[in-house]
């Protein structure tokens, strides 16, 4: 399975924007500063045709530990959730989309 990175992110932006790499780089970094940013602060991130990141507060529950079977706490913490547009669902599944039309 290959993995799409960040300098692969990058060189896709120099090749298609023109923007130097250093500048490509530099915008990629930016944007997922900012997403990440937005998140930190419990904010959701919405990118349309693509998805929205969100954050979710867990409560604090009890687990068991899987090989001793005794009960442990599991304390309260925030999870990212991630649910994918009806877009990017059907592109991932090979569909096509037919437009919606305001009639």
Request: glycine share 8%.
């Amino acid at each position: 399975m290959n993995t799409l990175t960040r300098a692969q992110l990058t060189e896709a932006i120099y090749a298609t924007v023109g923007l130097s790499r250093n500048e490509s780089a530099d915008l990629l970094e930016g944007i997922l500063t900012r997403i990440v940013d937005a998140l930190t602060d419990g904010k959701s991130v919405k990118i349309s045709g693509f998805g929205t990141f969100s954050v979710r507060q867990k409560g604090r529950r009890i687990g068991r530990n899987p090989k001793t079977g005794v009960e442990v706490p599991i304390f309260p913490r925030r999870v990212l959730v991630f649910r994918p547009s009806h877009v990017l669902r059907a592109a991932v599944n090979g569909e096509t989309l037919q437009p919606q039309t305001d009639d």
